[in-house]
């Protein structure tokens, strides 16, 4: 399915998935039997060798995790396969949760592997409901690596913890020979501490809910193509790639008890946290394919990339779902920060078919989407 | 100093750093005098390219870390560079730590890449006086690495975490292509719980106090040195990898006020250990050689390997200061556990000169224990 570049193939195998469920009179029953069918089935891993698809966010990497480390690992804390987990440590609730971080390039319009790292573990922290504290920082930097190139990367580390109000505290430094990595990934871990009452998870949502994204959507999925240079055009686009704590708080300030879930859409897009929403809680999640905030150079590279703006990644856009009742106010919170400008209602939490996104087209039409399949977007952070 | 491969003259480098730094009569004032000036120099990254020195624990991984990294995060937590960072958090007193693993080969006699992750980081919070509890865990997987070999490694460190009584809470995959990484990279972070009172740390040392290491030192990096197949010799070494956990708590519970610092033995060996105390605490070490614990294993590869056992990993294996007063029921406490069994003094305390590490030789000579130059030993862990 998926080329040795990581992206051979994929829009093809993404037609044909998508195809293959399109809702269409008659067949609708039946389609939706067979994915009930397939859904049931025990994560295996079939593969006899890791593919990129197993790191790209979409059902590879699902069957991985559930497959072999949930299957090995497993305990209650891990079990709810959140971005962190939240325990409880003496007599405070905390947030534990990792990242590494492979990106390529290194730099990029808006931002590098070094903030993009504490903004990624910052973000997974306060989707978790938790104030981030302190984090880790582990290098891994080929030989050969410019030093300067890695100031560049740790000062943007500093100034983006700065930023986030968070502090790196602790860190680890190896480095392999010429051809045993690329350059420098970093990994990322953060501590932060969970000072609100109540539980926030994808299992939450209920019909009845409404579902928000806080900005546009894609922005760092295609900032990180156009800047390889495989795509033969260009666009006036920055990573979005923000700590989202602040905004986080004032959504929980402003609707205290109504918040249901939060994730930020990173690999695999909110196409992917959406999937995750809908499985996790047993609805629907019906989606209006208009109501999506897309800027115009994002949906044209898209286009051309043969991809839905649904699967890309951003990283500092947050999906949240909150009880219906409160959509104007938690609007209206999320709209007051900088961050949030671009908020937008996307659709709403019904019942049925339960487990499943359901995308209201622009013609009428209704499409199943997806987990993804394949690779189409290797190594975007 | 180190060739492409990493291993290249460091043999040399070391006879020559030892060679110059030998003290001889009439020469010694001098000698401490250069190396007090060399000292107090602001630490730089003369190189412009990362080398496999950075990432050894020796003197270039200090200087990257002193001039990078501290200069870039600078802060109180960060800033005792110990083996974790320890904070408060609402009314608890927790400790985080990281490190990410690179060991070649990925499987090894006495243990892999998994449950060296695992024990390392539950090494690391153990050092710090906390109670391991959560870990995270990181992988960087190379496109095409065998799955089934992947199922090992993530086994290995479920009954790691088992036996250290620790659970792996949160995780991420991370796919890059062929040629990008080499197989399988690990990295794990971990929060413990700091329960009792007191501070420990590598500041702590007093003239006096004791130095007890609790095993035969050097295991885990020759079995690695011998698995790649380099030197033309068998022996019987497994990897001394293990959960220090249980054996930090029998020697806190033994003499709770008098422990002043604990540190895991891994990269830059012993050696490297002890220079951090004496300059951190302004103190002279003082290390009988003979009294150093070393299988006879051991000590014949590292003289066919032309390198000290002082300088090599141990994965299972504790430096200890503590008051001179206790050392009786440090090493009690020690030897009664499993881990400990080989628990020894192996020197003490001084005054003079201070921030220097010096071994007394068996033939009643004396010499200075500088830290690490160069890379003897890439990828141990």
Redesign the interface.
Known sequence: MTG???TASWAEALVREHESHAVRPGREEQVLERIDRARRRRAT?R??????????GGKA?QS??EA??LE??R?P??EPLED??V?G????R?A???????VSPLFFPGGNIGDLAVNGTVNDLAVCGARP??L?????????????D??RV??S??VA?EVAGV????????????????GC?V?T?G?G?I?RPGALGVAGARPGDAVIVSGPIGEHGVTIMLARGELDIEADLISDTAPLNGLVAALLDACPEAVRCMRDATRGGVATILNEIARASGVAVVVEEDAVPVRQAVRGACELLGIDPLYVACEGRLVAVVDGAVVDTALAALRAHPLGEGAALVGRIGEDPPGLVLLKTGFGGTRIVDLLVG?PL??IC
Chains 1, 2 share one sequence.
């Not at 593969?47 to 790209?56: C, F, I, K, R, S």
């Not at 534990?96 to 492979?102: A, F, G, M, N, Q």
């Open positions: 040795a570049d990581g891993v593969e006899e060798y890791v593919t990129m698809a197993h790191g790209a990497t991985l995790i072999i480390f090995s690992f305990n804390l891990l962190g987990a325990f440590a003496g007599t405070e905390l534990l949760t990792t990242d590494s971080y492979v504290l302190y880790s920082a582990g290098f891994i930097l080929e030989e050969g690596f410019p030093v300067g890695l100031r740790v000062a580390m500093a913890a502090q790196i505290v602790t860190g680890d430094t190896k480095v392999v020979q010429r051809g045993k990595a690329d990934y990994n871990a501590v501490l000072e690779d290797p190594r």
